[in-house]
Protein backbone atom coordinates (compact mmCIF):
# COMPACT_ATOMS: atom_id res chain seq x y z
CA UNK A 1 0.00 0.00 0.00
CA UNK A 2 3.05 1.76 -0.51
CA UNK A 3 1.66 5.23 -2.31
CA UNK A 4 4.94 7.86 -1.28
CA UNK A 5 7.77 7.33 -3.63
CA UNK A 6 9.94 9.60 -1.39
CA UNK A 7 10.31 7.40 1.94
CA UNK A 8 11.89 3.78 2.00
CA UNK A 9 9.89 0.96 2.65
CA UNK A 10 10.19 0.14 6.26
CA UNK A 11 9.96 -3.58 6.65
CA UNK A 12 9.01 -5.34 10.20
CA UNK A 13 7.17 -3.42 13.07
CA UNK A 14 10.66 -3.52 15.29
CA UNK A 15 12.96 -2.00 12.66
CA UNK A 16 10.17 0.87 13.11
CA UNK A 17 10.75 1.01 16.92
CA UNK A 18 7.41 -0.47 17.69
CA UNK A 19 7.86 -1.79 21.08
CA UNK A 20 6.26 -4.02 24.16
CA UNK A 21 5.12 -0.51 25.49
CA UNK A 22 2.99 0.25 22.28
CA UNK A 23 1.49 -3.13 21.85
CA UNK A 24 0.49 -3.58 25.44
CA UNK A 25 -2.02 -0.47 24.74
CA UNK A 26 -4.01 -2.00 22.30
CA UNK A 27 -7.35 -2.58 23.39
CA UNK A 28 -8.65 -5.98 22.35
CA UNK A 29 -11.16 -4.08 20.28
CA UNK A 30 -8.10 -2.89 18.49
CA UNK A 31 -6.82 -6.09 17.24
CA UNK A 32 -8.22 -5.38 13.51
CA UNK A 33 -6.28 -2.04 13.29
CA UNK A 34 -2.93 -1.18 11.96
CA UNK A 35 -0.53 0.64 13.76
CA UNK A 36 1.76 2.79 12.29
CA UNK A 37 4.35 5.52 13.02
CA UNK A 38 3.98 8.74 11.99
CA UNK A 39 6.71 10.00 9.42
CA UNK A 40 6.09 13.59 8.19
CA UNK A 41 3.50 16.29 10.04
CA UNK A 42 2.05 18.62 7.33
CA UNK A 43 -0.82 21.45 8.16
CA UNK A 44 -3.67 18.87 6.98
CA UNK A 45 -2.34 15.86 5.99
CA UNK A 46 -0.41 13.12 8.32
CA UNK A 47 1.88 10.56 6.06
CA UNK A 48 2.43 7.02 7.81
CA UNK A 49 4.91 4.47 7.71
CA UNK A 50 3.88 0.81 8.47
CA UNK A 51 5.55 -2.69 7.90
CA UNK A 52 4.58 -2.57 4.17
CA UNK A 53 5.49 1.18 3.32
CA UNK A 54 3.82 4.57 3.88
CA UNK A 55 0.68 5.79 2.98
CA UNK A 56 -1.27 8.97 3.02
CA UNK A 57 -3.96 8.46 6.01
CA UNK A 58 -7.39 9.47 6.17
CA UNK A 59 -8.24 11.89 9.36
CA UNK A 60 -11.76 12.08 11.27
CA UNK A 61 -12.91 15.88 10.58
CA UNK A 62 -11.87 18.02 13.63
CA UNK A 63 -8.06 16.47 13.65
CA UNK A 64 -5.46 18.79 14.60
CA UNK A 65 -2.58 17.95 13.05
CA UNK A 66 -0.44 19.86 15.20
CA UNK A 67 -1.10 17.29 18.19
CA UNK A 68 1.08 14.96 16.36
CA UNK A 69 4.52 14.59 16.26
CA UNK A 70 6.68 12.74 13.47
CA UNK A 71 7.46 9.33 15.11
CA UNK A 72 4.29 8.77 17.25
CA UNK A 73 2.51 5.75 16.83
CA UNK A 74 -1.31 5.60 15.46
CA UNK A 75 -3.64 3.34 14.98
CA UNK A 76 -4.81 2.69 11.57
CA UNK A 77 -8.05 1.29 10.02
CA UNK A 78 -6.32 -0.86 7.01
CA UNK A 79 -9.17 -0.65 4.63
CA UNK A 80 -9.75 2.92 5.08
CA UNK A 81 -6.79 4.27 6.08
CA UNK A 82 -8.54 6.12 8.87
CA UNK A 83 -6.86 7.43 11.59
CA UNK A 84 -8.04 5.67 14.35
CA UNK A 85 -5.63 7.12 17.71
CA UNK A 86 -2.36 7.75 18.61
CA UNK A 87 -1.04 5.51 21.44
CA UNK A 88 0.68 7.29 24.29
CA UNK A 89 4.53 8.65 23.81
CA UNK A 90 7.30 6.86 25.75
CA UNK A 91 9.37 10.10 25.35
CA UNK A 92 8.67 13.47 23.35
CA UNK A 93 10.25 16.60 22.82
CA UNK A 94 7.86 19.23 23.45
CA UNK A 95 7.85 22.86 23.18
CA UNK A 96 5.55 26.36 23.87
CA UNK A 97 4.61 28.56 21.07
CA UNK A 98 5.11 31.97 22.36
CA UNK A 99 2.08 33.50 23.77
CA UNK A 100 0.61 29.82 23.80
CA UNK A 101 -1.05 27.93 26.29
CA UNK A 102 -0.83 23.98 25.00
CA UNK A 103 2.57 22.58 24.64
CA UNK A 104 3.12 21.66 20.71
CA UNK A 105 4.92 18.20 20.76
CA UNK A 106 8.03 18.39 17.98
CA UNK A 107 9.02 14.74 17.85
CA UNK A 108 8.02 11.66 19.37
CA UNK A 109 9.34 8.40 20.85
CA UNK A 110 12.78 9.32 20.37
CA UNK A 111 15.41 7.33 22.13
CA UNK A 112 18.40 9.78 21.58
CA UNK A 113 18.49 13.52 21.21
CA UNK A 114 21.94 14.42 19.53
CA UNK A 115 22.81 18.26 20.47
CA UNK A 116 24.58 19.71 17.63
CA UNK A 117 26.71 22.47 18.17
CA UNK A 118 30.29 23.59 16.36
CA UNK A 119 33.66 24.19 17.65
CA UNK A 120 33.41 27.83 17.08
CA UNK A 121 31.23 30.94 18.33
CA UNK A 122 28.14 29.07 18.17
CA UNK A 123 29.08 26.83 21.30
CA UNK A 124 27.34 28.01 24.31
CA UNK A 125 26.87 26.75 27.77
CA UNK A 126 23.90 28.08 28.64
CA UNK A 127 22.09 27.26 25.28
CA UNK A 128 23.52 23.75 25.66
CA UNK A 129 21.98 23.77 28.55
CA UNK A 130 18.17 24.29 27.48
CA UNK A 131 18.55 21.15 24.84
CA UNK A 132 19.58 19.27 27.64
CA UNK A 133 16.58 20.21 29.90
CA UNK A 134 14.66 19.39 26.55
CA UNK A 135 15.96 15.86 26.45
CA UNK A 136 15.77 15.26 30.11
CA UNK A 137 12.05 16.41 30.28
CA UNK A 138 10.77 14.34 27.39
CA UNK A 139 12.91 11.22 28.61
CA UNK A 140 15.43 11.10 25.52
CA UNK A 141 18.84 10.25 25.86
CA UNK A 142 20.90 13.42 25.20
CA UNK A 143 24.18 13.52 23.64
CA UNK A 144 26.46 15.95 22.60
CA UNK A 145 27.67 16.13 19.31
CA UNK A 146 30.54 18.55 18.86
CA UNK A 147 31.10 19.26 14.66
CA UNK A 148 33.80 21.62 12.99
CA UNK A 149 36.79 20.45 15.35
CA UNK A 150 38.35 20.07 12.34
CA UNK A 151 38.35 23.86 12.10
CA UNK A 152 39.01 24.44 15.86
CA UNK A 153 42.69 25.05 17.51
CA UNK A 154 41.32 24.84 20.99
CA UNK A 155 39.09 22.04 20.57
CA UNK A 156 39.79 19.99 24.35
CA UNK A 157 38.78 23.14 25.57
CA UNK A 158 35.23 22.70 23.92
CA UNK A 159 35.22 19.46 24.66
CA UNK A 160 35.69 19.71 28.50
CA UNK A 161 33.20 22.45 28.83
CA UNK A 162 30.32 19.89 27.06
CA UNK A 163 31.33 17.33 29.44
CA UNK A 164 30.52 19.61 32.44
CA UNK A 165 27.09 20.70 31.22
CA UNK A 166 25.48 17.03 33.06
CA UNK A 167 26.70 14.10 34.99
CA UNK A 168 27.38 11.27 32.97
CA UNK A 169 26.59 13.24 29.41
CA UNK A 170 28.07 11.52 26.47
CA UNK A 171 30.00 14.38 24.57
CA UNK A 172 31.00 13.06 20.67
CA UNK A 173 33.06 14.61 17.96
CA UNK A 174 31.83 13.92 14.34
CA UNK A 175 32.88 15.70 11.27
CA UNK A 176 29.36 15.52 9.78
CA UNK A 177 30.28 15.55 6.15
CA UNK A 178 32.56 11.89 6.51
CA UNK A 179 31.40 8.69 6.43
CA UNK A 180 33.02 7.84 9.53
CA UNK A 181 30.75 10.05 11.43
CA UNK A 182 28.13 7.33 10.94
CA UNK A 183 30.18 4.72 12.22
CA UNK A 184 31.15 7.00 15.23
CA UNK A 185 26.91 7.07 15.85
CA UNK A 186 26.42 3.27 14.94
CA UNK A 187 25.40 2.73 18.84
CA UNK A 188 22.94 5.33 19.13
CA UNK A 189 21.28 4.15 15.60
CA UNK A 190 20.66 0.90 15.62
CA UNK A 191 17.89 -1.00 14.03
CA UNK A 192 14.45 0.15 15.44
CA UNK A 193 16.49 3.35 17.20
CA UNK A 194 15.22 6.62 16.82
CA UNK A 195 17.45 9.58 16.97
CA UNK A 196 16.35 13.50 16.84
CA UNK A 197 18.54 16.49 16.00
CA UNK A 198 18.94 20.07 17.39
CA UNK A 199 21.42 22.71 17.28
CA UNK A 200 21.85 25.97 15.71
CA UNK A 201 21.70 27.10 11.88
CA UNK A 202 24.72 25.67 10.01
CA UNK A 203 26.59 23.28 12.51
CA UNK A 204 26.07 20.66 10.50
CA UNK A 205 22.52 18.80 11.15
CA UNK A 206 21.48 18.53 7.57
CA UNK A 207 24.76 17.03 6.42
CA UNK A 208 24.33 14.68 9.29
CA UNK A 209 21.14 13.44 8.42
CA UNK A 210 22.64 12.99 4.92
CA UNK A 211 25.80 10.86 5.96
CA UNK A 212 23.11 8.53 8.14
CA UNK A 213 20.92 8.10 5.69
CA UNK A 214 24.07 6.74 3.55
CA UNK A 215 25.26 6.79 -0.25
CA UNK A 216 22.88 5.89 -2.48
CA UNK A 217 19.32 7.20 -1.05
CA UNK A 218 17.70 10.16 -2.28
CA UNK A 219 18.54 13.73 -0.55
CA UNK A 220 16.53 13.28 2.77
CA UNK A 221 16.05 17.29 2.38
CA UNK A 222 14.62 16.89 -1.34
CA UNK A 223 12.11 14.25 0.00
CA UNK A 224 11.23 15.32 3.44
CA UNK A 225 11.75 19.12 3.71
CA UNK A 226 10.63 21.98 2.26
CA UNK A 227 13.94 24.03 1.49
CA UNK A 228 12.91 27.88 1.49
CA UNK A 229 15.40 30.76 1.67
CA UNK A 230 15.85 32.57 4.45
CA UNK A 231 16.85 36.40 4.75
CA UNK A 232 20.47 35.93 4.23
CA UNK A 233 19.66 33.71 0.75
CA UNK A 234 21.00 30.87 2.70
CA UNK A 235 18.53 26.96 2.38
CA UNK A 236 16.96 26.66 5.96
CA UNK A 237 15.52 22.87 6.78
CA UNK A 238 11.69 23.57 7.65
CA UNK A 239 9.46 20.88 7.83
CA UNK A 240 10.28 17.47 10.04
CA UNK A 241 10.15 14.29 8.89
CA UNK A 242 11.18 10.55 10.09
CA UNK A 243 14.56 9.40 7.51
CA UNK A 244 15.93 5.59 7.22
CA UNK A 245 19.70 5.74 8.48
CA UNK A 246 21.70 3.27 6.40
CA UNK A 247 21.95 -0.17 8.15
CA UNK A 248 18.71 0.92 11.09
CA UNK A 249 17.15 3.39 12.80
CA UNK A 250 15.59 6.52 11.71
CA UNK A 251 16.17 10.11 12.57
CA UNK A 252 14.15 13.21 12.66
CA UNK A 253 15.74 16.50 12.03
CA UNK A 254 13.97 19.18 13.69
CA UNK A 255 13.69 22.45 12.45
CA UNK A 256 12.32 25.07 14.72
CA UNK A 257 14.40 23.82 17.20
CA UNK A 258 17.26 26.55 16.77
CA UNK A 259 16.26 29.21 19.41
CA UNK A 260 14.47 27.60 22.26
CA UNK A 261 12.59 28.83 25.01
CA UNK A 262 12.49 26.79 28.00
CA UNK A 263 9.04 26.08 29.94
CA UNK A 264 7.60 22.76 31.33
CA UNK A 265 10.89 21.61 32.07
CA UNK A 266 11.51 21.55 35.86
CA UNK A 267 12.35 18.30 36.53
CA UNK A 268 14.65 18.26 33.26
CA UNK A 269 16.45 21.18 34.89
CA UNK A 270 16.64 19.80 37.93
CA UNK A 271 18.44 16.34 36.47
CA UNK A 272 20.36 18.59 34.55
CA UNK A 273 21.85 20.26 37.48
CA UNK A 274 21.98 17.47 39.64
CA UNK A 275 24.71 18.52 41.32
CA UNK A 276 22.79 21.45 42.64
CA UNK A 277 19.56 19.16 43.24
CA UNK A 278 21.09 17.44 45.35
CA UNK A 279 22.70 19.73 47.56
CA UNK A 280 19.33 21.84 48.17
CA UNK A 281 17.62 19.47 50.84
CA UNK A 282 20.71 19.66 53.20
CA UNK A 283 20.31 23.84 53.60
CA UNK A 284 19.14 25.06 56.76
CA UNK A 285 15.82 26.27 54.81
CA UNK A 286 13.57 24.10 52.96
CA UNK A 287 12.83 27.23 50.79
CA UNK A 288 16.65 28.08 50.89
CA UNK A 289 17.14 30.18 46.85
CA UNK A 290 20.80 29.56 47.66
CA UNK A 291 21.19 33.29 47.39
CA UNK A 292 22.44 34.76 50.58
CA UNK A 293 20.59 32.41 53.36
CA UNK A 294 22.90 31.29 56.21
CA UNK A 295 23.03 27.60 56.65
CA UNK A 296 23.03 27.41 52.81
CA UNK A 297 25.50 23.88 51.87
CA UNK A 298 25.18 25.69 48.10
CA UNK A 299 26.43 28.62 49.23
CA UNK A 300 29.46 26.75 50.82
CA UNK A 301 29.88 24.37 47.99
CA UNK A 302 30.89 27.46 45.87
CA UNK A 303 32.82 28.95 48.67
CA UNK A 304 35.03 25.60 49.08
CA UNK A 305 35.32 25.23 45.07
CA UNK A 306 33.63 22.24 44.59
CA UNK A 307 30.45 23.99 42.73
CA UNK A 308 31.56 26.36 39.75
CA UNK A 309 29.58 29.42 40.79
CA UNK A 310 28.57 29.99 37.08
CA UNK A 311 26.57 26.58 36.97
CA UNK A 312 24.39 28.40 40.27
CA UNK A 313 23.91 31.33 38.21
CA UNK A 314 22.71 29.73 34.96
CA UNK A 315 20.66 27.40 37.01
CA UNK A 316 18.83 30.37 38.50
CA UNK A 317 18.37 32.09 35.52
CA UNK A 318 16.86 28.70 33.75
CA UNK A 319 14.72 27.94 36.47
CA UNK A 320 13.27 31.83 36.46
CA UNK A 321 12.81 31.62 32.33
CA UNK A 322 11.13 28.15 32.91
CA UNK A 323 8.82 29.55 35.86
CA UNK A 324 7.69 32.56 33.72
CA UNK A 325 7.04 30.37 30.54
CA UNK A 326 5.08 28.05 32.30
CA UNK A 327 1.56 28.84 32.96
CA UNK A 328 0.66 28.19 36.62
CA UNK A 329 -2.09 25.43 35.92
CA UNK A 330 0.98 23.03 34.69
CA UNK A 331 2.20 22.71 38.29
CA UNK A 332 5.27 24.56 41.07
CA UNK A 333 8.02 25.51 38.56
CA UNK A 334 6.82 23.43 35.17
CA UNK A 335 7.06 20.09 37.03
CA UNK A 336 4.92 17.69 35.61
CA UNK A 337 3.66 14.34 37.23
CA UNK A 338 2.67 12.92 34.57
CA UNK A 339 1.69 12.04 31.36
CA UNK A 340 3.29 12.15 27.79
N1 LIG B 1 34.96 21.34 7.95
C1 LIG B 1 33.79 21.00 8.47
N2 LIG B 1 32.67 21.47 7.90
C2 LIG B 1 31.49 21.12 8.44
C3 LIG B 1 31.41 20.28 9.58
N3 LIG B 1 30.10 20.11 9.90
C4 LIG B 1 29.38 20.83 9.00
N4 LIG B 1 30.21 21.44 8.10
C5 LIG B 1 29.79 22.33 7.00
O1 LIG B 1 29.01 23.39 7.54
C6 LIG B 1 28.00 23.83 6.60
C7 LIG B 1 26.62 23.87 7.26
O2 LIG B 1 26.16 22.55 7.46
P1 LIG B 1 24.59 22.17 7.38
O3 LIG B 1 24.50 20.70 7.46
O4 LIG B 1 23.91 22.84 6.23
O5 LIG B 1 24.06 22.83 8.72
P2 LIG B 1 22.59 22.72 9.35
O6 LIG B 1 22.79 22.57 10.82
O7 LIG B 1 21.78 21.67 8.70
O8 LIG B 1 21.98 24.13 9.02
P3 LIG B 1 20.40 24.51 8.83
O9 LIG B 1 19.81 23.67 7.74
O10 LIG B 1 20.46 25.98 8.51
O11 LIG B 1 19.79 24.25 10.18
C8 LIG B 1 28.12 22.87 5.42
O12 LIG B 1 28.89 23.48 4.42
C9 LIG B 1 28.87 21.65 6.01
O13 LIG B 1 29.59 20.95 5.02
C10 LIG B 1 32.65 19.78 10.15
O14 LIG B 1 32.69 19.04 11.17
N5 LIG B 1 33.79 20.18 9.55
ZN1 LIG C 1 20.72 26.80 49.94
Not at 30 to 52: C, D, K, N, Y
Not at 234 to 251: C, N
Amino acid sequence: MTDHPDLPPSGPLASLGWLDFFAEQREPHETGLVPMRIAMVHRSRLTGLSEAGSVELTLPVHTNTADFAVGDWVLIHPRTRMLHRRLNRRTVLERRLEGSRALQPVAANVDTLFIVTSCNADFNQARLERYLALANQGGANPVILLTKADMATDFDVYRRQAVELQRGLDVVSVNPRLPAAARTLASWCGVGQTVALVGSSGVGKSTLVNTLAGPGQALPQETGGIREHDAKGRHTTTSRSLHAIAGGGWVIDTPGMRTLHVSDAGEGIATLFAEITELAPSCRFRDCTHAHEPGCVVQAAVADGRLNPERLIRWRKLLDENHDNTPASAGPRGRRSVGR
